[in-house]
């Protein structure tokens, strides 16, 4: 009986978590959609919403105010392999130029600003071609709440990063960020190369954040267990057919080894959009025709930088 009475409690729980997640119907099934890939891919985005932040939280939060349409400051690609072997994941930097359906060329991140979550799936779908199985979404309020639900998370910077804009001043060396600090930290591009350090900072960031949530100190801690869960709760937004064991599975299969890289790049060019980001058309087919392969990209294609 008391089995059964903890089955049903947990049960309980179960549908409480995840019919508490906010949903949106982000992956949209448009004409020409690419066919199903093997693995499993997630689409990852960290948007400059503010929804929901009151005017102190903003300014505690360095956000910078509402600053029109949302567009997204991180955007990350997990590929998760069928059988066995570490998932990977891929930074796509915001600035990509990239075709946007119904829009033409323009800056990746763009294309959630013009369409919201349908319109990004289908621009990296179409960028990748990889086909998106899991759609998450993380406000800067969100993002914050989970780091301090975890009591902080810890970082090693090479060098110091000291940025007024993002409300951070960073020594050099190891250090464990709040909530606040790791906002500052992820959004910042006050370093040497700017969008392409801050890709690399939100891969070590986000490496470090599963691996303290998925910790045993975590998740066999019922006070911090509960407020991680109930913060993430409140902060996703997911698509329309995501499910939090279908979170779980992600959490789980990141814990451990896991490749991180950014797309290959060619460099940076003037276009009557402003500056942009040029992938190498060459690289970036084998890189992604590997993971629409399900196997894991070769060592020369993964790059951190230029």
Aim: proline share 5%; hydrophobic share 40%; net charge negative.
């Amino acid at each position: 009986m008391t089995f059964l009475a903890l089955l049903l409690v947990f049960g309980g729980l179960l549908y409480y978590v995840d019919s508490s997640l906010t949903r949106v119907d982000a992956l949209s099934n448009y004409d020409g959609r690419i066919a199903d890939t093997p693995g499993t891919n997630w689409l990852l985005v960290g948007s400059d919403s503010r929804t929901g932040l009151t005017p102190e939280q903003e300014a505690a939060l360095a956000t910078g105010g509402e600053t029109g349409p949302s567009r997204t400051d991180t955007i990350i690609l997990i590929h998760m392999p069928e059988g066995s072997g570490p998932a990977t994941m891929v930074s796509l930097p915001r600035d990509s130029y990239v075709s946007i359906p119904g829009y033409g060329e323009d800056k990746l991140n763009a294309s959630f600003a013009f369409g919201g979550a349908p319109l990004l799936v289908q621009t990296v779908e179409g960028a990748t071609g990889l086909r998106v199985d899991h759609y998450a979404e993380i406000g800067f309020g969100g993002f914050a709440g989970i780091v301090d639900a975890i009591g902080g998370v810890d970082v090693c910077l090479n060098n110091a990063i000291s940025d007024p804009l993002a409300g951070i001043d960073l020594p050099a060396g190891c250090q464990e960020l709040a909530g606040s600090e790791a906002l500052g930290f992820v959004r910042s591009r006050a370093t040497a190369l700017a969008d392409l350090d801050r890709m690399n900072n939100q891969r070590q960031f986000m490496s470090a954040l599963l691996a303290k949530a998925t910790s045993p100190a975590t998740f066999l801690n019922p006070l911090r267990v509960w407020p991680l869960v109930k913060d993430t709760v409140n902060s996703l937004s997911v698509d329309s057919g995501d499910h939090i064991w279908n979170l779980g599975a992600l959490a789980w299969a990141m814990r451990g080894d896991l490749i991180t890289t950014t797309v290959p790049v060619a460099g940076f060019e003037d276009t009557d959009v402003g500056n942009v980001l040029i992938w190498d058309d060459d690289r970036a087919s084998q890189f992604f025709g590997a993971l629409a392969d399900d196997r894991q990209i070769p060592e020369e294609l993964r790059t951190s930088g230029p």
